[in-house]
């Protein structure tokens, strides 16, 4: 095992930058998530810690080893793709084994870190079967299986539940997470699904654009996000968003859309008029007497919770109550937010305030 340093790294394709100066320590052990929207940079981040792209500038660690230019096969990396990229006409043992047959290593001992990875991943009785006679989660495991055989520094696993169903990819999810808390290899993730990045990580990467937006545990990123990008991008069902001014004379409101006001815990010193964004979480609301007035517009029941779209003051809002309301559209209702709770970004910059 070893950590993983990523420091300034930049990546260029001719004169289109798509990195910008990364820095991310990955520390011996650790399950790290690289998550953000399709083409923020995460996947080639990690294809450059595996040595599949060359590095424009800065530095990649692999333990004490720079590895900037040392060939993919040197750097002790496991990686696990998307399309699991397994030989059609080779069986379940044949395609765990060909990384070591590759090496030259000795039959007794591929036959035992077969066996080994096999008994870890429930393969043992998939061994003499070829990939199509797999479904989709054996074939993922047969591929993380060729990964564990090689007894890796760091597994780098590149979107390697995106091609399966729903519920399977919930299933592979907690397998994932297992397998790591057993064999507590350094674990480098690459993901668009949130829900992925929260469920599995010691630690988030949020990126964007090609840049790093915020790093933290799953429920820092949660709790106390960064900018407006990262209180967006973490959570499901989304953050609300909402436009207007603070109001800092005496009591502490924000001053939202169409005059609602809403509570604030504190105000920033000097807000006093300042525009600014007023974030709240759907599961963060009340029904009050003393809320601020929304106009259902659709009423989603999940089972465990409701769901509700309404207007306030013009603008949409999704809340959600884990209590059975017998909501119906076109009703009014009073929403207020748990202050402390709240979430204050600056109305130009989207920092938080």
Same mark, same amino acid.
């Given at each position: 095992?070893?950590?993983?340093?990523?420091?300034?790294?930049?990546?260029?394709?001719?004169?289109?930058?798509?990195?910008?100066?990364?820095?991310?320590? $990955?520390?011996?052990?650790?399950f790290?998530?690289?998550? %953000?929207?399709?083409?923020?940079?995460?996947s080639?981040?990690?294809?450059?810690?595996?040595g599949?792209?060359?590095?424009?500038? %800065?530095?990649?660690?692999?333990?004490e080893?720079?590895?900037?230019?040392?060939?993919?096969?040197?750097?002790d990396?496991?990686?696990?793709?998307?399309?699991?990229?397994?030989?059609?006409?080779?069986?379940?043992?044949?395609?765990?084994?060909?990384?070591?047959?590759?090496?030259?290593?000795?039959?007794?001992e591929?036959?035992?870190?077969?066996?080994?990875?096999?008994?870890?991943?429930?393969? %043992?009785?998939?061994?003499?079967?070829?990939?199509?006679?797999?479904?989709?989660?054996?074939?993922?495991?047969?591929?993380?299986? /060729?990964? $564990?055989? /090689?007894?890796?520094?760091v597994?780098?696993?590149d979107?390697?539940?995106?091609?399966?169903?729903?519920?399977?990819?919930?299933?592979?999810?907690?397998? +994932?997470?297992?397998?790591?808390?057993?064999?507590?290899?350094?674990?480098?993730?690459v993901?668009?699904?949130? +829900?992925?990045?929260?469920?599995?990580?010691?630690? +988030?990467?949020?990126?964007? !654009?090609?840049?790093?937006?915020?790093?933290g545990?799953?429920?820092?990123?949660?709790?106390? *996000?960064?900018?407006?990008?990262?209180? %967006?991008? $973490?959570?499901?069902?989304?953050?609300?968003?909402?436009t #207007?001014?603070?109001?800092?004379?005496?009591?502490? !409101?924000?001053?939202?859309?169409?005059?609602? /006001?809403?509570?604030?815990?504190?105000? *920033?010193?000097?807000s006093?008029?300042?525009?600014?964004?007023?974030?709240?979480?759907?599961?963060?609301?009340? +029904?009050?007497?003393?809320?601020?007035?929304?106009?259902?517009?659709?009423?989603? *029941?999940?089972?465990?919770?409701?769901q509700?779209?309404?207007?306030?003051?013009?603008?949409?809002?999704?809340?959600?109550?884990? !209590?059975?309301?017998?909501?119906?559209?076109?009703?009014? $209702?009073?929403?207020? *937010?748990?202050? /402390?709770?709240?979430?204050?970004?600056? #109305?130009?910059?989207?920092?938080r305030?």
């Amino acid at each position: 095992m070893a950590s993983v340093g990523i420091r300034d790294v930049r990546k260029a394709f001719g004169t289109t930058a798509v990195i910008h100066g990364v820095n991310v320590t $990955i520390n011996d052990g650790e399950f790290v998530v690289l998550v %953000g929207p399709s083409g923020c940079g995460k996947s080639t981040l990690l294809r450059m810690i595996a040595g599949l792209e060359n590095i424009t500038g %800065g530095e990649i660690r692999i333990g004490e080893r720079v590895v900037n230019n040392v060939p993919p096969k040197e750097r002790d990396v496991a990686m696990v793709f998307q399309n699991y990229a397994l030989y059609p006409h080779m069986t379940v043992a044949d395609n765990m084994a060909f990384s070591l047959k590759l090496r030259g290593a000795p039959k007794s001992e591929i036959d035992q870190r077969v066996k080994r990875a096999a008994d870890i991943l429930g393969l %043992g009785a998939l061994l003499a079967r070829y990939p199509r006679q797999l479904s989709g989660g054996q074939r993922q495991r047969v591929a993380m299986g /060729r990964a $564990i055989v /090689r007894d890796p520094q760091v597994f780098l696993f590149d979107e390697p539940l995106s091609n399966l169903d729903a519920k399977l990819r919930v299933q592979m999810r907690t397998e +994932i997470k297992e397998l790591h808390q057993r064999l507590k290899t350094t674990t480098v993730y690459v993901t668009h699904d949130q +829900i992925e990045a929260m469920t599995m990580a010691d630690k +988030i990467v949020v990126m964007h !654009e090609g840049i790093v937006e915020q790093i933290g545990a799953p429920l820092e990123l949660y709790d106390t *996000p960064h900018n407006l990008f990262v209180a %967006g991008f $973490i959570g499901s069902p989304a953050m609300n968003f909402l436009t #207007g001014h603070v109001r800092a004379n005496g009591k502490a !409101e924000f001053e939202g859309p169409g005059g609602a /006001r809403l509570p604030l815990a504190t105000a *920033p010193a000097s807000s006093d008029g300042k525009p600014a964004i007023y974030g709240v979480r759907p599961e963060h609301f009340t +029904i009050a007497d003393d809320g601020a007035e929304a106009t259902i517009q659709v009423v989603e *029941p999940t089972g465990s919770e409701t769901q509700i779209v309404a207007k306030v003051g013009g603008q949409d809002i999704v809340a959600a109550f884990r !209590e059975r309301h017998q909501f119906k559209p076109g009703e009014k $209702i009073r929403l207020k *937010p748990d202050p /402390r709770l709240v979430h204050l970004f600056d #109305g130009t910059t989207g920092q938080r305030l």
